[in-house]
């Protein structure tokens, strides 16, 4: 009895995300039988996958029968409007910060986060967490570190060829690399793969300023790049799920299928693509037809499904390993990890490989 109840919250989470993701009408059937407990599970799955803007969005257009306990309600709609809020402040900082490299003359993408929301349906109702900019050589990225460590306190270098501050209020990184695979045997055709999918480079204005936005091939894999980063280790949530659908489905004509294709099997990524694309397919209502390439059949869709919906962003919320239960860190780390390991081996195993190896160095070299 309590599995049903589960799987009929699941099934009207997905049903309002999609909703929103898509704008489409929503399926009220979905809704028709929830009690107080399944909407509260329907309101902490919105949270813990970080998706609770676009749930807030799909469920005012509920009937008042249908519509979640007030309560539940409120701090959705109030929820949302701290969104939009802090969106619009992302805005104006990444319009600020633009317009300071470019004074300086200094290269920057936009990456992830707003680089890829701008091409939302409702960019205003995703969630935002920090803002991103790469810097295509060493120079700029040196430049532009010395830069804001000469206008805020607080700048700080992290691993990985990153470095972090605050601006303006909001949390900004710099990175010295887009694609953020952990092989090291396709850096140089990384390094020339960027620069040639770079010549195609898209310019948005935000608000007085024109960013630089990686163009659609560049911004589908880094994004996917990104995603399998993270699911190697302690897993990723449905947002950054919702940016790669929303990236295929708005750029399906603009992109060569077969020439993505050739580049995740370049990088070690096709097998696990496969998978993946079958599971945006099945879970957020990506049509098949814009997908770059057919689904080819492979052992994993089920399992990469269940994870993602029961440990939430970046694996937080796993009730096996309540993470954010723990302040001092990661819970069960090493056997989370060699579990994981095991999952991903079969469809990306260079990247499960290299893992240590890269984790160490990064220490080391931090």
Sequence with gaps: MEDQRREGSIRAFLEAL????????????????????????????????????????????????????????????????????????????????????????IRAFL?????????????????????????????????????????????????????????????????LKLIQLRNPFVL??????????????????????????????????QVNAHILKHQVTYGIGLRQLCDAAVLYHKFSDQIDGQELKFIYKKLGMLDWSHVFHQVLVDVLGLNKDKLPFKVEKKEGVTW??????????FGFYDPENPDINNPGGRVKRSKRLFSNFKKLYPLAPIEVLCFPFVHLFSKVHH
């Design 18 to 105: 999609k909703s929103s993701l898509w704008e489409i009408p929503i399926q009220q059937s979905y809704f028709e039988n929830l009690d107080r407990k399944m909407w509260i599970d329907i309101f902490l799955m919105s949270f813990h996958q970080t998706v609770e803007g676009h749930l807030a969005d799909a469920i005012q257009q509920l009937p008042q029968p249908l519509l979640p306990p007030q309560d539940l309600l409120l701090k959705w709609i109030v929820r949302l409007q701290h969104i939009e809020e802090k969106n619009e402040k992302m805005s104006k900082v990444i319009s600020d910060l633009g317009r300071l490299f470019q004074e300086y003359e």
């Design 111 to 175: 990456q992830k986060g707003h680089g890829v929301s701008l091409y939302y349906n409702k960019p205003e109702v995703r969630v935002s967490g920090d803002i991103d900019w790469y810097f295509p050589s060493r120079e700029d990225y040196n430049r532009a570190n010395e830069l804001i460590k000469s206008k805020v306190e607080g700048f700080h270098v992290q691993p990985a060829y990153s470095s972090g501050y605050n601006f303006e209020g909001v949390e900004i990184e710099h990175h």
């Design 304 to 313: 990469m499904k269940d994870y993602i919906l029961r440990t939430g962003n």
């Design 188 to 221: 140089k055709y990384l390094k020339n793969l960027i620069t040639e999918l770079s010549k195609d480079n898209i310019i948005k204005d935000f608000e007085s300023s024109k960013v630089e936005i990686p163009s659609p091939m560049l911004n589908i894999i």
